[in-house]
């Protein structure tokens, strides 16, 4: 199965600034998909992003808070926009499982101060 | 839609004894079934899958889950607890859409007593 270097780890931010997740997967994958996983909660999908086109966004998330860029088939980043306490959670990157299950990062701990 | 319902959000359980997390799902169509382990600090690892074939699947550390469609059931088990089990454990239902969209539970965490 893939790799997932996801970076950073862990991150300290004031509000109103902006942070960039970066995923690094070890082979190409059409498909990665952006989750937040907020505290003490389960995950919930954030966007999909296929290389060459725009992110498709999930209901309650839009592209002006979360841009996404998918410059190629192994590297994807999501942008956590003016942020605020609320953005506070674990981010999640994942390569598409096609019914094998997904690979995950190991996840980006933000806190938003 | 489909939707995944895990029952209970905390397990506690004695070490060596047996663990059972419990798992619902519903779907319009065959589903793919997963369970995922998170550790502290870390992302989520994949224990097991079910997607056709046989309902009884075996997965890594010891853990195994039945498919039980006529009880739209994935219950996850392990004979003995180890310490080393202790985590949030997410149950996680994936349909093919023009593309699989997986849903996942809210996770159970699991704590072992010595």
């Known amino acids: 199965s893939a790799v997932i270097s996801q970076k950073p780890s862990r991150d300290i931010c004031q509000r109103g600034t902006s942070l960039t997740i970066q995923c690094q997967v070890d082979?190409?994958?059409?498909?990665m998909f952006w989750y937040r996983q907020q505290p003490g909660q389960s995950l919930t999908l954030i966007a999909t992003?296929?290389?060459?086109?725009?992110?498709?966004?999930e209901s309650g998330f839009v592209i002006d808070k979360f841009p996404i860029s998918r410059p190629n088939l192994t590297f994807s980043t999501l942008t956590v926009s003016n942020m605020s306490p609320e953005d506070s959670s674990i981010y999640l990157c994942?390569?598409?499982?096609?019914?094998?299950?997904?690979?995950f990062g190991s996840g980006t701990r933000l806190t938003v101060v | 839609a489909q939707s995944v319902t895990q029952l209970g959000s905390h397990v506690s359980v004695s070490e060596g004894a047996l663990v059972l997390l419990r798992c619902n799902y519903s779907?319009?169509?065959?589903?793919?079934l997963f369970w995922y382990v998170q550790y502290p600090n870390q992302g989520l690892q994949l224990l097991l899958k079910?997607?056709?074939?046989?309902?009884l699947v075996k997965g890594i550390n010891g853990f195994e889950a039945e498919f039980k469609k006529s009880e739209t059931s994935f219950h996850l088990t392990k004979p003995s607890a180890h310490m080393s089990d202790a985590a949030e454990y997410f149950c996680?239902?994936?349909?093919?859409?023009?593309?699989?969209?997986?849903?996942f539970g809210a996770g159970t965490r699991l704590f072992v007593k010595a």
């Open positions: 994942s390569v598409e499982g096609t019914g094998d299950g997904y690979t």
């Open positions: 082979s190409q994958v059409t498909m």
């Open positions: 992003a296929n290389q060459g086109s725009e992110a498709t966004y």
């Open positions: 779907s319009s169509v065959p589903p793919y």
């Open positions: 079910y997607t056709t074939g046989a309902t």
């Open positions: 996680a239902v994936s349909v093919s859409t023009g593309g699989f969209k997986t849903i």
